[in-house]
């Protein structure tokens, strides 16, 4: 090899042993450089691993500050939910970990380099048990298995955050209370007349207008109130009491009965009844007070051959000012009948009956008597308030159903005036035995009293809010001035509390607790894999040109970052530096097959010229065999052949061949 030339525009490395010679030499020549403690530490930490690991970090910790400030709050009150804010907050910390986990990957592969290992071991290490390279890993080396083990667990940790970290947040509706005033339009006392006019007979005539209440009653009938503010009830339910014009009740139970339906002795028998009395007591002091007296009876259960047992009550009712429990939703009123009616019924094998039954302590608030309602009244009286509940009662709501055997068939059938007995029968197959079979006895009854005293209230309510409308006038009627008044008609006011239902976020502490262990444990593995960086005292990463400079591809004569030697040398920085301009095509598999082939490798220095030219002989076939290497260095500006076999215009030619076996 002959050469004028005191300078190359590139370099071209051998392998390793192509030239040992030449390695053994250079080696010498870098070992002989002494470290470069001027060189900082900053230079080769691996700033973007540990700052990825801070990154999962502080969206671990982001993450639970959400779901701290979020739980309770409403939903309208966040534009963005934080179940979209997590779902930010999991991708970004997926991306830090990947970085992370290559940088550990990078550490771990040049840490177990340094200290000399098989090439194998190094690319499971590089690989780090991806698919089915776990299972090689495990073959590889401890180092291998190892990274292959942290990186898998880090995958499956980091990946199952996400979705806990999900199902940590969730809505769910709550009530919300607010204290309200609101208004009616409603009348303490029903003025007499309302209902009609007492007859011959004792009775009230009714009129059309204690008709339409009766009526609205019946067909269930929506109850509004005024389209006003105050009135109604937006955006929520409100719940309160208004007084208003009512009845006071108290009932009791009388003894049971029970008699047989299989005897023409009891023919005639009431097994089911709803009968009212109007009537009058009279107090202590002497004075005379009109009351309703209320007597339900119902078959409630069959024992063997066919006995009824009776059960009855009894309830007292008289007229009174009392708290009506309501609830306003928008513009409709409805009564709150668990309040107005205590739970004090009880439930037996076959049906439900009352044990007690009165108007609860506090619900009446003052007592009152009409003349209207007098037993002495004349004909042609107004009729009072009672009178006409009375009158609704017993032409609405009235039954009397009895019992008739007709031996020939054995069965006994039950007769009555009105449609409500038949609401209240029992006509599913289990009520009844096969001693006491549907066929020849079948007659049980649901207690009646409740559903009476709730169509009571009904009405009587509906009569008050009609009145108070009015201000107390009955129309068509001239009344007495000071009956309107007494009456106590007209718009009042009454405390609501007001319960909106409101979406708010919950948070469950449980999946946020997991979740901050598997970050917690993600992180752990994460710097396992790159603790130990400071021993490689140079940044690294796992580009092919570090790799290649390492094993010894690509040379820069020693040089380093402006001739640098030492600590910190070989960057890929330094090597990007080195071998900016170079361009490289690498042969393909039907190259390698074919005998005698010729590939150009072409080295571009930046000077735009052509730079240094390599010129590349494959000779032999597949397998064993020998290859040839020619090198053909050009300085710039050289001018060359047309097949670039010799150097024209007198310029100098490097050359050198390289004959060594290898197996194709």
């Known amino acids: 090899m002959s050469s004028t030339q005191t300078s190359r525009p590139s370099s071209i490395a051998m392998p390793a042993s192509s030239n040992p010679h030449m390695d053994q030499k250079h080696n010498q020549e870098q070992d002989s450089q002494p470290p470069n403690d001027d060189d900082p530490w900053i230079r080769w930490t691996p700033w973007l691993g540990i700052t990825s690991i801070l990154t999962i970090f502080l969206c671990a910790a982001a993450s639970g500050a959400i779901l701290g400030v979020s739980h309770e709050d409403l939903v309208e009150d966040w534009k963005i939910k934080p179940a979209v804010l997590l779902a930010i907050l999991s991708a970004t910390s997926n991306i830090a970990f990947s970085t992370a986990l290559a940088t550990g990957v990078a550490v771990r592969f040049w840490l177990h380099a340094t200290q000399g290992a098989l090439l194998t071991q190094l690319h499971y290490i590089w690989d780090h048990g991806r698919g089915i390279g776990f299972i090689h890993a495990f073959r590889a080396g401890s180092e291998a298995r190892r990274v292959a083990i942290i990186a898998t667990l880090g995958y499956i940790v980091q990946f199952s955050t996400g979705p806990i970290l999900q199902r940590a947040t969730y809505q769910v509706a709550q009530d919300h209370l607010q204290q309200h005033t609101m208004y009616l339009d409603i009348s303490s006392r029903i003025p007499d007349g309302h209902f009609g006019v007492i007859d011959v007979n004792g009775r009230v005539v009714a009129g059309r207008r204690a008709m339409s209440q009766a009526r609205d009653w019946y067909r269930n009938a929506t109850i509004t109130t005024k389209l006003e503010a105050g009135y109604t009830c937006p955006s929520g339910v409100c719940t309160g009491e208004v007084e208003a014009a009512g009845f006071i009740h108290t009932c009791t139970r009388l003894p049971d009965r029970e008699i047989p339906l299989l005897d023409n002795s009891t023919d005639g028998e009431s097994v089911f009844l709803i009968y009212p009395i109007w009537t009058e007591t009279v107090t202590e002091d002497g004075r005379k007070v009109p009351q309703i007296n209320l007597t339900t009876t119902h078959s409630s259960s069959l024992s063997e051959g066919c006995m009824s047992l009776l059960k009855s009550t009894h309830c007292t009712i008289t007229s009174a000012t009392i708290l009506y429990p309501i609830q306003?939703?928008?513009?409709?009123?409805?009564?709150?009948?668990?309040?107005?009616?205590?739970?004090?019924?009880?439930?037996?094998?076959?049906?439900?009956?009352?044990?007690?039954?009165?108007?609860?302590?506090?619900?009446?608030?003052?007592?009152?008597?009409?003349?209207?309602?007098?037993?002495?009244?004349?004909?042609?009286?107004?009729?009072?308030?009672?009178?006409?509940?009375?009158?609704?009662?017993?032409?609405?709501?009235?039954?009397?159903?009895?019992?008739?055997?007709?031996?020939?068939?054995?069965?006994?059938?039950?007769?009555?005036?009105?449609?409500?007995?038949?609401?209240?029968?029992?006509?599913?197959?289990?009520?009844?035995?096969?001693?006491?079979?549907?066929?020849?006895?079948?007659?049980?009854?649901?207690?009646?009293?409740?559903?009476?005293?709730?169509?009571?209230?009904?009405?009587?309510?509906?009569?008050?809010?009609?009145?108070?409308?009015?201000?107390?006038?009955?129309?068509?009627?001239?009344?007495?001035?000071?009956?309107?008044?007494?009456?106590?008609?007209?718009?009042?006011?009454?405390?609501?509390?007001?319960?909106?239902?409101?979406?708010?976020?919950?948070?469950?502490?449980?999946?946020?607790?997991?979740?901050?262990?598997?970050?917690?444990?993600?992180?752990?593995?994460?710097?396992?894999?790159?603790?130990?960086?400071?021993?490689?005292?140079?940044?690294?990463?796992?580009?092919?040109?570090?790799?290649?400079?390492?094993?010894?591809?690509?040379?820069?004569?020693?040089?380093?970052?402006?001739?640098?030697?030492?600590?910190?040398?070989?960057?890929?920085?330094?090597?990007?530096?080195?071998?900016?301009?170079?361009?490289?095509?690498?042969?393909?598999?039907?190259?390698?097959?074919?005998?005698?082939?010729?590939?150009?490798?072409?080295?571009?220095?930046?000077?735009?010229?052509?730079?240094?030219?390599?010129?590349?002989?494959?000779?032999?076939?597949?397998?064993?065999?020998?290859?040839?290497?020619?090198?053909?260095?050009?300085?710039?500006?050289?001018?060359?052949?047309?097949?670039?076999?010799?150097?024209?215009?007198?310029?100098?030619?490097?050359?050198?061949?390289?004959?060594?076996?290898?197996?194709?």
């Open 328 to 664: 306003v939703e928008n513009s409709t009123i409805s009564l709150r009948y668990s309040d107005l009616l205590p739970s004090s019924s009880q439930a037996s094998s076959n049906t439900t009956h009352i044990t007690s039954l009165s108007t609860p302590p506090g619900r009446e608030i003052r007592p009152y008597t009409s003349p209207g309602d007098s037993l002495t009244a004349e004909p042609g009286t107004l009729g009072g308030p009672l009178i006409g509940l009375f009158n609704f009662l017993d032409g609405w709501l009235g039954e009397n159903s009895t019992k008739t055997y007709t031996p020939v068939v054995n069965k006994t059938l039950y007769s009555s005036e009105g449609c409500i007995s038949d609401t209240f029968f029992r006509t599913d197959p289990w009520d009844y035995t096969a001693n006491n079979p549907f066929s020849q006895c079948g007659l049980l009854w649901d207690d009646p009293t409740s559903y009476v005293l709730r169509a009571m209230y009904d009405f009587m309510f509906r009569v008050a809010l009609k009145t108070g409308s009015q201000g107390g006038v009955v129309e068509g009627l001239d009344l007495d001035p000071q009956q309107v008044a007494n009456s106590g008609s007209g718009r009042k006011e009454f405390p609501v509390v007001k319960i909106t239902s409101e979406l708010i976020f919950r948070s469950d502490e449980r999946y946020l607790i997991a979740s901050l262990i598997a970050t917690g444990i993600c992180l752990g593995l994460m710097g396992s894999l790159i603790w130990g960086w400071w021993r490689l005292e140079k940044k690294v990463t796992l580009s092919p040109l570090e790799t290649a400079r390492a094993f010894g591809d690509l040379d820069n004569d020693g040089r380093d970052d402006g001739g640098r030697k030492g600590r910190g040398r070989g960057t890929i920085e330094d090597i990007l530096e080195a071998v900016k301009g170079v361009e490289i095509k690498v042969p393909g598999q039907r190259d390698r097959d074919r005998e005698g082939v010729t590939q150009v490798v072409r080295l571009n220095d930046g000077t735009g010229d052509g730079g240094v030219a390599k010129r590349v002989g494959l000779f032999g076939r597949k397998g064993m065999g020998e290859s040839t290497i020619e090198l053909t260095c050009r300085p710039p500006g050289a001018g060359h052949s047309g097949d670039n076999s010799g150097v024209a215009g007198g310029d100098t030619e490097i050359r050198q061949i390289v004959t060594h076996r290898h197996n194709l």
